[in-house]
């Protein structure tokens, strides 16, 4: 474990408040390692809600690109594309799977799964990035619409 980079972190954040008629250091900062990775991560901002068969699922479905701070990326420009993750009666998904992120969220608005079923979950993936699961959601049969045959 090097303390290095940690000691100059806390001397120059002690020594930001210290000088006369100076500003208190008001923003963080990270401390990281150099040689690393810096993987982005996928979060659903808009969570997949209940649904009907082969209608749109509303609110559209958004999916957050986030760098390892929690913070927005609004430079990550790599698609992102959802799929069924738990498929409970093989439904199909359709729509567009896989979109382009604006300010670093790509929208979902057209997406639809054609069976009923309880427990679906779906699945963000992105090159360079750590992928999400949704929350489990239904997809419900119509109120009084007949059984698919």
Known sequence: MKLAPLAVALVA????????????????????TTGGTATEVL???????????GNVITPAIQ??????LGNVDTSFTASVTVAIGTNP????????????PVNGVALFGDLS???AG?????????PGATGATSASFDVS?????????
């Open 13 to 32: 954040l002690a020594a930001a408040g210290c000088f006369p008629g100076t500003e208190p250091l008001t923003r963080g900062f990270a401390i990281g």
């Open 63 to 68: 999916v957050q690109v986030q760098d390892t």
């Open 113 to 115: 799964i054609d069976r």
């Open 89 to 100: 009666v093989g439904g199909r998904l359709s729509g567009t799977t896989s979109v382009t």
């Open 43 to 53: 979060v659903f901002r808009v969570q997949p809600s209940t649904a009907t068969p």
């Open 141 to 149: 049969a119509a109120t009084g619409s007949a059984p698919a045959r």
């Open 118 to 126: 309880t427990g679906y979950t779906l699945s963000a993936t992105a």
